[in-house]
Nanobody, 126 residues
Framework: QVQLVESGGGLVQAGGSLRLSCAAS????????MGWFRQAPGKEREFVAG????????LTADSVKGRFSISRDNAKNTVYLQMNSLKPEDTAVYYC???????????????????WGQGTQVTVSS
């Protein structure tokens, strides 16, 4: 069983920055890839960024490329999402997720992830 707890969301003006954190329980954090997804009101959940188990490979959605970056600290069982140059369209609930066991590489597909956090709200005002 894995528990994921996100933090760091909030209200920010357009152009501002936020860093989200996701703390994971368990002793095998360094053995699986992690991802960040988001869901805006009335829209489907979408992929934002993913990172390999070692942290050496990342995958980023085109909509946030160049503005968002994902990283992880395996010693702290934590994955981060640094969000810069935020736009009102980035407003959503952000979720971190664990990729299914045996998969060390990131994926953009929701069904590849088996554990999800409760989400943290990010609101960007114009």
């Amino acid at each position: 069983q894995v528990q994921l707890v996100e933090s760091g969301g909030g209200l920010v003006q357009a152009g501002g920055s936020l860093r989200l954190s996701c703390a994971a329980s368990g002793r095998t954090f360094s053995s699986y890839a992690m991802g960040w997804f988001r869901q805006a009101p009335g829209k489907e959940r979408e992929f934002v960024a993913g990172i390999s188990a070692s942290g050496g490979n990342t995958l980023t959605a085109d909509s946030v490329k160049g503005r968002f970056s994902i990283s992880r600290d395996n010693a702290k069982n934590t994955v981060y999402l640094q969000m810069n140059s935020l736009k009102p369209e980035d407003t959503a609930v952000y979720y971190c997720a664990k990729r299914k066991d045996g998969n060390r590489w990131p994926s953009s597909r929701l069904y590849e992830y088996d554990y999800w956090g409760q989400g943290t709200q990010v609101t960007v005002s114009s």
